[in-house]
């Protein structure tokens, strides 16, 4: 059994968080709103995905990647997370800042690819219209500042919370990629009109510099709720469930503790 290298687990990292903003930004950008001409009618017909498709694409990145890369990372792809699970003592604090770094590039190369492909089409203007976080003016629904920073808080909170629980060794096999991923579907449902729904500094990051349009100058907000509310939900998990497993992390990385071969068996031979 082979234990991940800090680089691979960063490689997965990097892709996981690339395809989170490359995809839940992308069906919103390119997807959300599409009118096709009917002929027949003389009208237009609305093909579009809408909010409910959106906050779908959301969730199924981080489903698939999970189940693609999170044998090797823990599939994080979000700052947040990667705090919200250290302060719950099942991550090393040493790796944090190497996590976070990667994230956050990986989320700028998917916020890049978004903004390549949306310029090739004619009319197009990225400046306010890249997904981007935001509140009061910025707010898909006019949403104040602390309205935003409490939902943005509490639904991170709530999203760690699923996390933590879900990769559990005593919860279903198999079954956290699904919860998890069905949970930022569940989180993007509520609070797309409240703020564009981040909980993931590295997808606002990803697209604010290239949407423009005062997301920048707000991006302190959905840096600083979503690790808020991360932090309280690892520091609470254990006492709110009196589930203690702080001594199992979630990382990808293999403790040789852990790895039981039985006698006789190569350890590396492949399964």
């Given at each position: 059994m082979t234990t991940p290298t800090m680089v691979q687990r960063l490689g997965a990292e990097l892709l996981g968080t690339f395809w989170l903003v490359f995809g839940g930004c992308g069906s919103a950008v390119f997807a959300a709103a599409y009118l096709a001409p009917n002929v027949v009618a003389g009208q237009s017909v609305q093909l579009g995905i809408g909010f409910v498709g959106v906050a779908l694409a959301f969730g199924l990145t981080v489903m698939t990647m999970a189940y693609a890369v999170g044998h090797v990372s823990g599939a994080h792809f979000n700052p947040a997370v990667t705090i919200g699970v250290a302060v719950a003592r099942r991550f090393e604090w040493r790796?944090?800042?190497?996590?976070?770094?990667?994230?956050?590039?990986?989320?700028?190369?998917?916020?890049?690819?978004?903004?390549?492909?949306?310029?090739?089409?004619?009319?197009?203007g990225a400046e306010g219209n890249l997904a981007a976080n935001g509140f009061g003016e910025h707010s898909p629904g006019g949403y104040s500042l602390v309205a935003v920073f409490v939902a943005e808080a509490l639904l991170t909170a709530v999203f760690v919370y699923v996390i933590l629980g879900a990769t559990d060794s005593r919860a279903p096999e198999g079954f956290a990629p699904i919860a998890i991923g069905l949970a930022l579907t569940l989180i993007h449902l509520v609070s797309i009109p409240i703020s564009n729904t981040s909980v993931n500094p590295a997808r606002s990051t990803g697209v604010a510099f290239f949407n423009g349009a005062g997301a920048p100058g707000q991006l302190w907000v959905f840096w600083l709720a979503p690790i808020f509310g991360a932090a309280i939900a690892g520091a609470t998990f254990h006492l709110i469930t009196g589930v203690d497993r702080r001594d199992r992390d979630i990382s990808g990385e293999i403790e040789a503790e852990d790895v039981r071969v039985a006698d006789g068996v190569d350890p590396d031979a492949p399964r």
């Open positions: 790796d944090v800042p190497a996590y976070v770094v990667t994230q956050v590039v990986g989320g700028l190369l998917g916020g890049l690819a978004v903004w390549g492909i949306a310029r090739g089409k004619d009319g197009f």
